[in-house]
């Protein structure tokens, strides 16, 4: 019974850990932000690079520019690119980081509840002949 409380508990916490999770695979990130609508644009130029690396990596970062607001990516370790967005596709990218969540507190709890499905205990299961003594 200790054992299955322990085993119970360490998958709680995994899923709480899973739940607050924030970092995602800096591909899958991309990914994400060229879905929701976010511009890729390429380092390929020396002034293009030093914008770049001036800029906070890997983290969105908010803009305000004559022409309205901006959302900006910088990977210049990764993709040595930026990806750029409007405030239409910063709430689609905040959609789909809800829904990857979602998706992913979903598998993890059906994987917990089959694990303790499985568990009946001994090598006799419930019907273990110590039941009836």
């Known amino acids: 019974m200790i054992d299955r409380n322990i085993a119970l508990f360490a998958g709680l916490a995994a899923l709480a850990g899973l ?3 924030a970092s995602v695979g800096a591909q899958e990130k991309e990914g994400q932000l060229a879905a929701a609508g ?3 644009l390429q380092a ?3 002034a ?3 914008k770049l690396q001036a800029l906070p990596q890997n983290t969105i970062v908010f803009s305000q520019r004559k022409s309205g607001p901006v959302y900006i990516y ?3 370790a990764g993709c040595n690119c930026a990806f750029v967005g409007g405030p239409t ?3 689609a ?3 789909i980081r809800v829904a990857n969540n979602i998706a992913q ?3 993890t709890t059906a994987e917990l509840n089959m694990a303790e499905a499985e568990d009946w205990g001994g090598a006799w299961g419930p019907m273990a002949p110590g039941w009836y003594y």
């Open 74 to 76: 910088a990977d210049a």
């Open 89 to 91: 596709a910063y709430q």
């Open 48 to 50: 293009r690079v030093a």
């Open 105 to 107: 507190m979903q598998e």
């Open 44 to 46: 390929d130029t020396p």
């Open 93 to 95: 990218y905040q959609q």
């Open 38 to 40: 976010f511009v890729r």
């Open 19 to 21: 739940a607050g999770c």
